[in-house]
């Protein structure tokens, strides 16, 4: 059994999907080009092949993963096939692939006649949520459509006792699909409200790109355990999202033990479940936002606090990833069976 494995760049060491193989020792892995002389030759195929796949992010070190897949009979998964799946959809071994984007970004990907005749070139097709689970059960048997959740690292994850109460810190992390005018407007209310009482940090890349609050602080590329300290340190995670299927950042912090006020959008829903671990707001609406943030602020140093912040631990560890290899082993089963 196979899988590609090209790294995201800006994940941290412990976070990100390909974290699954960790926990997979019966798959082998198929990375992109691995020397200085393989990378000079994955260019240069590059500028010849990249010209025929539609996909609007496909760099040359995923254009070698694909092309060893699409060399190999073995079962195979490709983990990410928003921007790894193209020419191996023509390899003679059977392939699952697993999708990221949520339906109306996988819309933009490609047009309707692209994926009608993609998607059924993949033997199994992985989502992560519900909605793309509808996506792709118009495109192929309701059968090949397995939803399994993105999983997190709950060993690396970890709390570290109650956050200190003195000046809370309101946390925000992360980039793709962000709502930035909801941040700064929910940001503008607590300051007003709070002053500087509580604190504001964004983690976020591309910070140059954009204006921010001028009492947030922003951090850009941190060490991993820079941002496990800064989840634990969080009173809460807020988190306003344009669309979502899984995220990585509500994952995270979930496992340190802090609660997300975050956007009710895509599939948040599937990995917060309805407890308290997080309180869920409507889309673009910053005063929910906001009372969503102030709800668990008030809850500083109380019991409520504690529990609150012990159920965002169990939420995560329902996705640990163990268990989430545990549920794809059912799919390579179904992949060497053909």
């Given amino acids: ?42 260019r240069l195929t590059h500028r010849v092949l990249a010209r025929h796949c539609p996909l609007p992010f496909y760099p040359a070190e995923h254009l070698a993963a694909d092309l060893r897949l699409l060399a190999s009979r073995e079962a195979a998964h490709v983990l990410y096939g928003d921007e790894q799946y193209w020419f191996s959809r023509r390899r003679p071994g059977p392939t699952a692939v697993t999708y990221h984007q949520p339906p109306a970004r996988l819309k933009q990907l490609l047009p309707p006649d692209t994926w009608r005749e993609l998607a059924p070139t993949a033997a199994h097709i992985v989502v ?69 009482t509580i604190e504001l940090i964004v983690v976020t890349r591309q910070a140059s790109t954009r204006p921010w609050h001028r009492t947030a602080s922003i951090l850009e590329g941190v060490s991993e355990q820079t941002l496990i300290g800064l989840y634990r340190r969080a009173a809460v995670m807020l988190l306003p999202l344009e669309d979502a299927t899984a995220n990585n950042a509500l994952l995270e912090a979930l496992a340190c033990g802090t609660p997300a006020a975050v956007t009710d959008v895509g599939g948040i829903r599937h990995y917060t479940g309805t407890s308290q671990a997080a309180q869920l707001t409507p889309p673009g609406d910053a005063d929910a936002a906001t009372e969503a943030v102030e709800k668990i602020l008030a809850e500083t140093g109380t019991t409520a606090q504690t529990a609150r912040r012990t159920l965002a631990r169990e939420r995560a560890e329902l996705f640990a990833w163990p268990l989430i290899a545990d549920r794809m082993r059912a799919v390579y089963r179904l992949l060497e069976q053909r």
């Fill in 128 to 196: 992560l949520d519900t909605h793309q689970q509808s996506f792709f059960t118009d495109l192929v048997p309701a059968e090949r459509v397995h939803l399994i959740p993105h999983g997190i690292d709950t060993t690396a994850f970890t709390p570290a006792g109650q956050p200190t109460t003195d000046r809370p810190l309101v946390l925000t992390v992360g980039w793709w699909l962000r709502n930035w005018t909801v941040l700064d407007t929910v940001h503008e209310q607590l300051h007003h409200r709070y002053g500087n």
């Fill in 1 to 42: 059994m196979l899988a590609s494995a090209v790294r995201v760049p800006w994940h941290t060491t412990h976070g990100g999907y390909d974290r699954l193989l960790d926990h997979l020792p019966e798959v082998r892995p198929v990375t992109g080009p691995g020397g200085p002389l393989a990378a000079r030759v994955a």
